[in-house]
């Protein structure tokens, strides 16, 4: 009886072309983004565990509403979701300067 349901089990049909097809740019879609992610003045990249903190910023933000959310603000491409507060700018955890934060991504 198992040997009437192999062949049928890895039998290539249309359906399984464009399962594979849909598994192959769903792979290359899937390539990290955090590797085209990094700091424009030292060449440090963030992982998705780096996170950032809406907080009240004088300089260079001009930001003074913080609301305390800790997010990683590169999967929300800087802005806050606690707030929505759209950040312009990005501080480095390596060198802890400045930088807009549309000039990280590669």
Same mark, same amino acid.
Not at 61 to 76: A, H, P, V
């Given at each position: 009886?198992?040997?009437?349901t192999?062949?049928?089990?890895?039998?290539?049909?249309?359906?399984?072309?464009?399962?594979?097809?849909?598994?192959?740019?769903?792979?290359?879609?899937?390539?990290?983004p955090?590797?085209?992610? @990094? %700091? *424009?003045? #030292?060449?440090?990249?963030?992982?998705?565990?780096s996170?950032?903190? +809406?907080s009240?910023?004088?300089?260079p =933000?001009?930001?003074?509403?913080?609301?305390?959310?800790?997010?990683?603000?590169?999967?929300?491409r800087? @802005? %806050? *979701?606690? #707030?929505?507060?759209q950040?312009?700018?990005?501080?480095?955890?390596? +060198?802890?300067q400045?930088?807009?934060? =549309?000039?990280?991504y590669?």
């Open positions: 009886m198992h040997e009437a192999i062949p049928i089990l890895f039998k290539k049909t249309q359906d399984t072309d464009e399962l594979l097809k849909k598994h192959r740019e769903t792979d290359s879609e899937s390539e990290d955090f590797k085209r992610i @990094r %700091c *424009p003045r #030292c060449g440090w990249r963030p992982s998705r565990s996170l950032w903190y +809406c009240s910023c004088p300089q =933000e001009n930001y003074m509403d913080g609301c305390g959310t800790s997010w990683n603000t590169f999967e929300t800087g @802005r %806050c *979701p606690g #707030c929505r507060h950040w312009k700018w990005t501080t480095c955890h390596r +060198c802890q400045w930088s807009l934060h =549309e000039e990280w590669e």
